[in-house]
């Protein structure tokens, strides 16, 4: 679902962009709520602020840059009609991978992301962390389309966290 989000340029609704059903929603929303639920002082919960605050600050890059959002557009297109074509996910992995350092990175702003080095050496692991960082800004201009904002993220967590639970037991009979 992460990387077909990449590919709705031109959504419908917010539902398209993730496969036009809300069972395709679960996984991502039971990730978030027990992200968010850690604790505000545990350095998992501050690896991902930081992660997300650099995605926010590249998005906002993107969003000054009509050349780069053009681009982008354009070589989305591209890539989605030939996924759509033979549906083969390692083939996006690596397109979307390789568009992300030719434009996002060219930006100014890198994330660095921790690990464990023999992991993070592999290519595949490379272009599969590449295409979720993508899809991280894809749901951050989402988000942002829809009114939020970086403080709505770190103070009104207890408010997300609700939602999500409420969310979720709406939807437990869909999964």
């Not at 992460?2 to 929303?29: A, D, F, R």
């Not at 992300?100 to 272009?127: A, C, H, M, T, W």
């Not at 967590?157 to 409420?166: L, P, T, V, W």
């Amino acid at each position: 679902m992460c990387l077909k989000s990449i590919l709705e340029i031109n959504p419908t609704s917010v539902i398209t962009i993730y496969g036009n059903h809300e069972k395709n929603l679960v996984i991502g929303l039971k990730i978030l709520l027990s992200t968010l639920t850690f604790s505000s002082f545990s350095y998992s919960y501050c690896e991902l602020i930081k992660y997300i605050l650099n995605m926010i600050t590249i998005e906002r890059k993107l969003k000054n840059n009509r050349m780069a959002i053009y681009s982008l557009r354009n070589k989305i297109a591209v890539i989605s009609g030939e996924y759509y074509l033979n549906y083969n996910i390692k083939n996006l992995t690596s397109k979307l991978a390789n568009l992300y350092l030719e434009i996002i990175s060219s930006l100014g702003s890198r994330i660095l992301v921790k690990g464990v080095k023999n992991f993070l050496q592999d290519l595949q692991i490379q272009e599969k962390i590449r295409c979720l960082l993508f899809s991280g800004i894809r749901s951050i201009v989402l988000w942002k389309q829809y009114g939020g904002n970086q403080l709505q993220l770190i103070y009104f967590r207890c408010f997300i966290i609700k939602k999500i639970k409420k969310i979720l037991y709406d939807l437990r009979d869909i999964t």
